[in-house]
Structures are given as structure tokens and as C-alpha cells.
């Protein structure tokens, strides 16, 4: 190769790793003037399924990213350090979702949960009957806070507005038990009589398995099963 050759080589070489430079210079200077979409618990790491959460952020928060895990981007805001979807992250603060009063919906049917509106898969899926929290409205989503049995789980995500709907146009299938609720331990409802009879020292969440009669199967966290009376339910799992 001669010399021409060389020196074009590495001015090629030269000037593809400025570029790069310059890019990631701008990435890092655009990211670090953007402000927190809504009002948002961090995540501990790049992943859905959180353990707890390093922090909350709320709307119009200013954040400098750190670093960046397709679709996910590592914030900072003062001392508060955590991952998010790029998605909750703006430079125009009239994009900003603001606070609503929180209300419970109940899933109609099977109803797939997206990290973000617009998502190409989704990150979970919820059942009929499952009672959530919507915290956010956004055109047709809702983003719903979702009662879990179980970590690491999907908490929160993003749901059509079209899978969800009102107590009276659903058949919830959970809730919690008030402290004092009488439950059984057996195989069968049709024993109940002959169950043992406890008391449930503190309010517990709990999933409706099945129905036979006045009585319901039910689920709880750590796999906790037992019979009660479906009147004794409160269909709030928050």
C-alpha cells in the first residue's frame, strides 16, 4: 500500500471515530437536559420486574442520564440513581402526564401490560377478574399498578383502555381480607364444617382460584391457600 494509501486510510479511520465522538458527545448533552415524562418509581435495574425501587421521580423532574440499555436509560436526579424506559424521558415539558386521583378498573378479559404506549411486545399479560390501579391516562392507555404475589413480577405497566372496566361491568377476582376473617384449611368447600377454623391476624391480598357456593378457593403471597367466605372479600388488593 503506499503512503497516499495509508494516510487516506487513517484520515477515514480519524474521522469516523470523531463522528462517533461528536455523536455520543450529543447524546450525552441532549439526554442530560430532559425532564421526567410523569411521575415514575425507578427501576433498580434494566428489567421490568422489580424488587424494590431505588427511588420516585416526579413530573417535570430534571435528569441527566448516565448511560443507555436499548430501550432502557440510567438517570440521576440529585442522589436519586435508577433505570427507566427512554419512553418517560422529554425535552419539552408540555409533554409532561400529570397526577390524577387513583381509581380501581378490573381486566375483562385477558389484557397484554407494555412497558411503555406503543410498545411492539408486551412485557406480561393480565387475567380476567385481576383488579388494578390506574395512576395514569394517556389518549386510549391507562398505566395500572398491579397487585403481585410473587417478586421478582411485573408492578406497573401500561394496558388498552378497551380490556379494562368498571365493578359493576366485570366480575372481579381478588381483593384482600380484612383483618379478623374467618378461614379454613381443607381439600373441599363441601367439608367446610368440619375444617379448622382460624382467624387471619392481618389484612391479606388475595386471588380467587375457584367458587363452589357462599365460598371461594383463594391465593395469597408465599403460595398461601385457604377457604373463606366470598362476603368477607374486599375487592381492593391495594
Known sequence: MTKFGIFKRLSLIFILAAALSLSAFLWVRNMSNTFCRMSIELYADASPDELSSPGKLEAG?????????????????????????????????????????????????????????????????????????????????????????????????????????????AVPMEGRLPAGTKIYYGPNAEQIAGLPEEVDPADQRVYIDKEIGEMAYVSGPGGWNAWIYKKDIVYDPF
Do not use: C, F
Not at 87 to 110: C, F, G, H, S
Not at 125 to 137: F, S
Open 61 to 169: 423532574r430534571k435528569v441527566r442520564s448516565l448511560a443507555e440499555r436499548s430501550p432502557w436509560v440510567l438517570v440521576q436526579a440529585g442522589t436519586t440513581e435508577g433505570w427507566l424506559p427512554a419512553w418517560y424521558l422529554t425535552r419539552d415539558t408540555n409533554d409532561l402526564l400529570q397526577d390524577i386521583a387513583p381509581y380501581l378498573m378490573v381486566v375483562k378479559e385477558n389484557a397484554p401490560v407494555y412497558l411503555y404506549p406503543g410498545q411492539d411486545a408486551p412485557i406480561s399479560d393480565l387475567a380476567a377478574g385481576k383488579v388494578v390501579k390506574v395512576e395514569k391516562e394517556l389518549y386510549n392507555w391507562r398505566y395500572v399498578h398491579i397487585a403481585v404475589y410473587d417478586v421478582p413480577r411485573v408492578q406497573r405497566g401500561w394496558v388498552s383502555r378497551e380490556y379494562l372496566a368498571t365493578r359493576e361491568e
